[in-house]
């Protein structure tokens, strides 16, 4: 089973390709730096439960749905 991290990392990514968006785009909406989103997309940012929920927020999506399979 994937990890928190990867699922999460996928999901964000999925979506934010889903609105055609670039990292830089969701960055803009969610109040967060383009190398933090491009940080988490590659699993190599310990990511806080608020930048999740900005996230989450910016994409239109509920928290827990970012870290479903």
Request: net charge positive; proline share 3%; aromatic share 2%.
């Amino acid at each position: 089973m994937p990890k928190a991290r990867e699922l999460l990392a996928i999901n964000i990514v999925r979506l934010r390709r889903e609105k055609g968006w670039s990292q830089e785009d969701l960055a803009l909406e969610a109040g967060l730096h383009r190398t933090f989103v491009a940080h988490v997309e590659r699993q190599v940012r310990n990511i806080s439960i608020d930048n999740i929920e900005r996230l989450a927020n910016a994409l239109q999506v509920s928290i827990h749905s970012l870290l479903l399979p």
